[in-house]
């Protein structure tokens, strides 16, 4: 390790919460779209988007001079207690580009966690009904309500519970590891079966259900695709016995999947969405949008003393206008193409590599010991992370050994072709 990187390693082991889950040493010192500098002065191409965070690419342009400009006329306008003119003009095209063409109010928060308590704390308000369903290897957050939600990792709730009850967990259609033991389409789904025939007759009485909540795609649990109509068929259960369908567009959001947002791909309009991540070019933000009558609590209810701070919000709107203007959906579609068909390749080549998968910029390369039993290569995962660190490519795993590759939707073809054949390269060697 370089020798500032290091001395800064060895202090933030000593000053920060060690609950963090770092795979290597990199110590950021600068980021210019889909470049990375560290503070020795190396170079890396970033297949992260800092968790799918920076979509329009790092210090973008446009989302910089609309934070200097606003950072100048005011920090902080405490939305609980004042007004302001940017978090209406945000509120105003969320509700334009998010799913369903109906009236939505917004509800401004700082994080993705933050997003689903809302959503969660709406949800209950507006049934007055207090079950919630989720889904297993399902990620909406750290704080207790999200936790509640959340079940991807043990270690994420062990020590923690008692958590808030009323919570059901099912399983997912991760069709690479069926629960069920059945191969789409063959199955006809019967992950959703099970929710109608085993949990609603049995365990959850529907009346008090208030809400089913979903990734469209599975982000921290593995980058899990449920099939074309699997949210759709959700989504008709929820309306059968008026449960809210909440969906949870944190990882999925602003272009990554080549759709402003994975409903639109999965063809479903959501009651409540979650965002958060991608939505402001960095800076920290989040957002619960949801059908107007929904989101109708009195005054006290729910309130955040910097949630759509003016700073934030002047981003996202730039970096939503940036997302339209360089069309970085189409840019993520056509990409993902390429990078699908690429991924599909290395499969054919290398017996680690158990499955691929993906949508336009949020692609994913599960890795197992063997393909007949599909064990997951967990260490093997972890070395490639490091040697692709090592070579100069910043990559992230999730789930238990899958590997994403989530560049800023802003990337060239020519630097994508680069980082997959470092991918490619460092797969040969393990
Ligand atoms: C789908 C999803 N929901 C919620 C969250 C929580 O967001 P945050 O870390 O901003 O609290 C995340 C973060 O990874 C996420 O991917």
């Known amino acids: 390790m370089a020798k500032k990187s290091e001395l800064i390693v060895k202090k933030d082991s000593r000053l920060i919460s060690p609950s963090y889950t770092r795979s290597y040493p990199l110590v950021i010192d600068k980021a210019k779209d889909c470049w990375v500098w560290d503070i020795d002065g190396k170079k890396y191409l970033d297949f992260s988007s800092f968790i799918a965070v920076s979509n329009v690419g790092h210090s973008n342009p446009e989302a910089v001079k609309a934070v200097k400009e606003q950072a100048d006329k005011c920090l902080h306008n405490a939305g609980t207690d004042f007004y302001n003119e940017l978090e209406v003009k945000l509120a105003r095209e969320l509700n334009r580009i998010t799913p369903g063409d109906f009236t939505k109010r917004v509800f401004f928060t700082n994080s993705g966690t933050e997003a689903v308590e809302c959503a969660f704390k709406l949800a209950r308000w507006y049934k007055k009904k207090h079950r919630m369903i989720a889904f297993l290897d399902s990620f909406h957050g750290r704080s207790m309500g999200s936790l509640s939600l959340t079940a991807s990792k043990i270690m994420q709730r062990d020590h923690f519970s008692p958590l808030v009850p009323g919570v059901t967990h099912i399983p997912f259609a991760y069709c690479y590891r069926c629960a069920f033991g059945k191969e789409y389409p063959m199955c006809n789904m019967e992950c959703l079966k099970y929710l109608e025939d085993e949990i609603l007759t049995t365990i959850v009485p529907p009346d008090e259900v208030a809400g089913v909540i979903v990734e469209p795609i599975q982000g921290e ?193 020519e630097d994508f072709e680069k980082g997959l054949d470092i991918l490619e390269s460092v797969i040969k060697k393990i």
């Open 221 to 413: 649990g593995g980058y899990i695709f449920p099939p074309k109509n699997y949210h759709k068929r959700l989504q008709n259960i929820c309306k059968k016995y008026r449960f809210l369908y909440i969906a949870d567009e944190i990882q999925t959001g602003f272009g990554r999947t080549g759709y402003m947002f994975a409903s639109e791909y999965f063809g479903v309009k959501p009651d409540i969405i979650c965002l958060a991540k991608g939505i402001a070019a960095g800076t920290p933000l989040g957002a619960c949008v949801a059908k107007k009558e929904i989101m109708s609590w009195p005054p006290g209810a729910h309130a955040s003393t910097f949630g759509g701070n003016p700073v934030s919000c002047a981003a996202s709107l730039a970096s939503i206008n940036y997302i339209k203007k360089k069309n970085l959906c189409r840019n993520a579609e056509k990409l993902g193409k390429i990078g699908l068909k690429f991924l599909k390749d290395v499969k054919e080549e290398n017996e680690i590599v158990g499955d691929v998968r993906g949508l336009g910029l949020m692609l994913a390369m599960e890795l197992v010991k063997d393909r007949k039993n599909k064990t997951h290569a967990k260490k093997e995962t972890h070395k490639v992370l490091n040697r692709a660190f090592r070579k100069g490519l910043i990559l992230l795993s999730t789930g238990v050994s899958t590997i994403r590759i989530i560049p800023p939707l802003t990337i060239t073809k």
